[in-house]
T-cell receptor
Framework: TQLLEQSPQFLSIQEGENLTVYCNSSSVFSSLQWYRQEPGEGPVLLVTVVTGGEVKKLKRLTFQFGDARKDSSLHITAAQPGDTGLYLCAGARDNAGNMLTFGGGTRLMVKP | NAGVTQTPKFRVLKTGQSMTLLCAQDMNHEYMYWYRQDPGMGLRLIHYSVGEGTTAKGEVPDGYNVSRLKKQNFLLGLESAAPSQTSVYFC????????????FGPGTRLTVT
C-alpha cells in the first residue's frame, strides 16, 4: 500500500487539451514535490509546495497543495507533445524531511 | 557541471553474483540517496547518507549495502543478487537544508537472471 496515490495512472490526450493529475494521501506532508521523468532518464524536479493551499504556476503547469497538506494536484493547460512523460509526486514528512515518499506516477501521452 | 552520474548504465547478473553501483555528484551536496524504481510503484528509498562516513536505511534496505567514504561518492552494493533485485536504480543528491529537492542521476538498469 502506497502512502501517496496518484490518479490517473495513464492518460492519453490530444494536443491542446487540458488535464489534471491528482496525488492523494491520508498522511500530512511538510512539503510536496512534483517531478517529471522521461524514458531512460532520472526524474527532474518541477516544483516544491510547502504551505497548505499554496498554488504555484510554471508556464502552462499549475500546482496546488491541499489546505490540509495531504493532497496535491497538477493541472496542465493546452497540453503539448513535449509534456509527454511520467509525472511523479513525492512528499516529505515532518519527522523525516530527508526521506521522500513517491507516488506510483501518472504516465501522460500527448498526441499531436 | 556533470551533476549526478551513475556507472554502469546497464548490467546483467546471474543469481548469487555480486556487484557495486557507483554514484558521483559534483554539486557539493551533503545528502545522497539510492532508490529503486519498479513499474507502477514509483521510487522506493533503499539507503541514504546525510554526510561523509554516515549511512542510514530507507524503506527497502534488505539485500543491499552502501558506503560513503567521500562526500562526492555513494556506492550501492549487492552481495548476492536475486531476481527480485531486477530493477532500475537511481542515485540522487541534495543540499542538507533542502533535502526534499533532490537531483537524480540517469539510472542503472539491472537484470538478475
Amino acid at each position: 500500500t502506497q502512502l501517496l496515490e496518484q490518479s490517473p495512472q495513464f492518460l492519453s490526450i490530444q494536443e491542446g487539451e487540458n488535464l489534471t493529475v491528482y496525488c492523494n494521501s491520508s498522511s500530512v506532508f511538510s512539503s510536496l514535490q512534483w517531478y517529471r521523468q522521461e524514458p531512460g532518464e532520472g526524474p527532474v524536479l518541477l516544483v516544491t509546495v510547502v504551505t497548505g493551499g499554496e498554488v504555484k504556476k510554471l508556464k502552462r503547469l499549475t500546482f496546488q497543495f491541499g489546505d490540509a497538506r495531504k493532497d496535491s494536484s497538477l493541472h496542465i493547460t493546452a497540453a503539448q507533445p513535449g509534456d509527454t512523460g511520467l509525472y511523479l509526486c513525492a512528499g516529505a514528512r515532518d519527522n523525516a524531511g530527508n526521506m521522500l515518499t513517491f507516488g506510483g506516477g501518472t504516465r501522460l501521452m500527448v498526441k499531436p | 557541471n556533470a551533476g549526478v552520474t551513475q556507472t554502469p548504465k546497464f548490467r546483467v547478473l546471474k543469481t548469487g553474483q555480486s556487484m557495486t553501483l557507483l554514484c558521483a555528484q559534483d554539486m557539493n551536496h551533503e545528502y545522497m540517496y539510492w532508490y529503486r524504481q519498479d513499474p507502477g510503484m514509483g521510487l522506493r528509498l533503499i539507503h541514504y547518507s546525510v554526510g561523509e562516513g554516515t549511512t542510514a536505511k530507507g524503506e527497502v534496505p534488505d539485500g543491499y549495502n552502501v558506503s560513503r567514504l567521500k562526500k562526492q561518492n555513494f556506492l550501492l552494493g549487492l552481495e548476492s543478487a536475486a531476481p527480485s533485485q531486477t530493477s532500475v536504480y537511481f542515485c540522487a543528491s541534495s543540499y542538507g537544508d533542502r533535502p526534499y529537492e533532490q537531483y537524480f542521476g540517469p539510472g542503472t538498469r539491472l537484470t538478475v537472471t
